[in-house]
């Protein structure tokens, strides 16, 4: 009796340990625990949230499209792709995910509702219960003070924070560093002040959570291979060819998945930017995705704090 005893005492510890899955987070140093979800509402399989991004930058920052004419002064080809992805595209694809019913996940630049504000009036309006996730101040001159130390980083995301919370009556749990650059300290840093989940989680197709000091922080895994602007920019990519990208690897998740129902369910959050989706030709190919991807019976296209809910987690 003593060893059935000992065995299924020690069966049960191994399988909780097996289920938690802690690590050492490779960036951070700190535990890194999985979070496993058989299934999503409705049975579904693959849980997609688009991560809209909402950034200003200043007069003379920001992206170039022109790479041969970074060195004009003023630069006014430059300056109008910028303009034009803040007045025509970010309105455009609020349009259009209202239009198709997909929730939105907003990544919000905390100096947009300030400096756009009528541009923030009307794109809030096309979506107004989609989660905001901070993003710093704004991405080119003010980002996270890296080279300050974890009191500084602290510091900037408090100031991020209450701006977003002044502009938008929101106050963010949701952050993703601005120009997708923290370093060990951010991780700790966000969540002391009040963040629950971040996008600088990166490597996975599962939830994590991961053990600093102040409290958990729930790893959302962002993919870096398939944020529209470096595949644009960086590999000269159109929005056609995105649209196959993304069809492609969510469609092989809900295969994965289809093929043995045991697997557990995953996660991708997809990075969009209104460079490239929030154009003419850019939104036609993020509606024929939408489409593709609303016809999918495992897929299920939800918001970051929505899916972190069905997880299990009280935000």
């Known amino acids: 009796m003593r060893i059935v005893v000992t065995f299924i005492v020690a069966l049960f510890i191994w399988a909780s340990t097996a289920t938690a899955q802690t690590s ?3 960036v951070t140093g700190l535990p890194r625990e999985a979070i496993h979800v058989k299934a999503w509402p409705g049975g579904k399989k693959v849980a997609v949230a688009f991560v809209f991004y909402v950034e200003v930058w200043g007069f003379g920052h920001g992206p170039n499209f022109r790479p041969d004419m970074a060195g004009r002064s003023p630069n006014i080809v430059e300056e109008a792709f910028r303009q034009y992805a803040i007045e025509r595209g970010v309105p455009r694809v609020g349009r259009l995910f209202k239009e198709m019913n997909v929730p939105l996940s907003i990544v919000l630049s905390a100096q947009f509702p300030e400096q756009q504000p009528e541009i923030w009036k009307q794109f809030r309006a096309l979506a107004p219960k989609a989660p905001i996730v901070a993003h710093g101040m704004n991405n080119s001159t003010d980002q996270l003070p890296l080279d300050k130390g974890p009191e500084a980083q602290r510091a900037y995301i408090k100031k991020t924070l209450d701006m977003i919370e002044k502009g938008t009556g929101v106050r963010s749990i949701g952050w993703s560093s601005p120009s997708v650059y923290p370093n060990a300290d951010t991780y700790a840093a966000t969540s002391a002040e009040g963040i629950r989940y971040t996008l600088d989680g990166m490597d996975s197709d599962i939830l994590s959570r991961l053990a600093t000091p102040s409290s958990p922080l729930l790893l959302v895994p962002y993919p870096p291979q398939i944020v529209d602007m470096g595949q644009y920019l960086a590999r000269f990519k ?19 998945a289809a093929a043995d129902p045991s697997r557990e369910a995953t996660v991708v959050a997809i990075g969009l930017h209104p460079f490239v989706v929030g154009t003419p030709a850019g939104a036609a190919a993020m509606r024929r995705v939408l489409e593709a991807l609303a016809k999918q019976e495992l897929v299920w296209l939800t918001d970051v704090e929505a899916l972190l809910k069905a997880a299990g987690e009280k935000l």
């Not at 690897?249 to 994965?256: D, T």
Request: no cysteine; net charge negative.
């Open 24 to 26: 050492k987070d490779w």
């Open 238 to 256: 159109e929005a056609s060819d995105l649209e196959r990208l993304w069809i492609d690897y969510v469609s092989e998740l809900a295969r994965e």
